[in-house]
């Protein structure tokens, strides 16, 4: 999403101003446009909502709070309460009007991911200790007799013993000494952990958060638009309608000619190479403008009144427009013969 343009409208044109300017270059003294919209997005994954106040009545000055309490209150307009930015308390509760609030209406993702974590945490700790077990050395040493004295003294005889295991286990050319009458066995583990039950349940563990929030497994191109479809999309949708009814109301909207558009067009890597033959068919089907291409494949626009036309080829003309100007070709054409005769 911090790779995605926050385009703003005015009556249906794509304009430049400064909350284009605040949105996406520097909302605010201290952070960049990407900065802010990762901390909007965390907030709202983690916490499941997120809201963007201006502290102070300066224009276009955002950031995105700490932490907040909202209070609904049904049939007026909400309450958040405890607002904090920057660690900063703001003293004040904050109107419903007053904030962009962004919320995941889904609460399933979170509770998916918080249950798994409960039961799926503590089985992979077990998982860890039986790889331990499984893959650790230990060993018994047999010997006449206990050493006497003190429990002090059984128990620092104990710790003589295991810093020599430890260096001799450690070492791959280790040596033991043994005095007389003293055997030293290997126990075999009682488990069967292996480093790859924990990799797999790493990867289920992974695998079932990201089915939550309708990530994709692979990387391919077909997967990566149904990322963005799916997951995506939906995010950039509630952000973009969220920042335009709080900035602007019913007659500036304009039917949605007045908006802000949060654009997921550009998420996807772009080889000009590799789309050179499509980017012939929307100029030339005058569906683009050579600067429009341009401007998606990520290149510098031509600001040329030629680059800013739209261009159509014949194929592409009304069938219409077609027969008028045969009729007007046959028509000439017997004009000439009647010439000539």
């Known amino acids: 999403l911090s790779k995605c343009e ?16 605040a949105l996406n270059v520097s909302p605010n003294p201290n952070q960049s446009g990407s900065h802010f919209v990762n901390a909007m997005v965390d907030r709202m994954i983690y916490d499941g909502h997120s809201i963007m106040v201006q502290p102070s009545k300066s224009r276009n000055r955002f950031y995105i709070a700490d932490s907040f309490s909202p209070e609904p209150r049904p049939l007026e307009e ?7 930015v ?17 919320r995941l209406e889904d609460k399933e993702p979170r509770a998916v991911v918080a249950d798994m974590y409960a039961d799926m945490g503590q089985l992979l700790g077990m998982t860890m200790a039986s790889c331990k077990n499984a893959n650790g050395e230990r060993f018994t040493l047999e010997r006449e007799g206990r050493p006497g004295g003190q429990r002090e003294d ?11 295991l430890r260096g001799f286990i450690r070492s791959p050319y280790g040596v033991m ?16 952990g292996s480093v790859k039950d924990v990799i797999d349940l790493r990867r289920d563990i992974f695998e079932i958060t990201a089915n939550a929030f309708q990530i994709p497994q692979s990387n391919t191109n077909d997967v990566m638009n149904q990322f ?21 109301g019913f007659h500036s909207w304009d039917g949605g000619r007045t908006r802000v558009h949060v654009d997921t067009t550009k998420i996807n890597h772009v080889d000009i190479f590799q789309v050179a033959e ?21 290149a510098d626009k031509l600001n040329t009144e030629f680059s800013q036309a739209h261009w159509i080829t014949k194929n592409y003309s009304l069938i219409q427009d077609a027969l008028n100007q045969l009729a007007a070709a046959n028509a000439e054409g017997g004009e000439n013969d009647n010439a000539n005769e």
Do not use: H, W
């Open 6 to 21: 926050f385009k703003t409208y005015e009556k249906g044109i794509p304009v430049k101003k400064e909350l284009y300017y």
């Open 78 to 84: 909400n309450l958040f309460a405890g607002v904090s």
């Open 86 to 102: 920057e660690g900063r308390q703001l003293g004040v509760k904050l109107k419903a009007s007053d904030v962009c609030y962004f």
């Open 154 to 164: 059984v128990k620092q005889d104990a710790n003589e013993v295991n810093d020599l």
């Open 177 to 192: 000494p043994l005095s007389k009458n003293q055997i030293l066995k290997r126990v075999e583990p009682n488990g069967s």
């Open 228 to 248: 963005i479809t799916f997951a995506i999309d939906p995010i950039a949708d509630m952000i973009g309608k969220e920042i335009t009814r709080k900035f602007y």
């Open 278 to 298: 499509k980017a012939e068919k929307l100029v030339s089907s005058g569906l683009f403008s050579i600067d429009d291409t341009l401007d998606a494949m990520g």
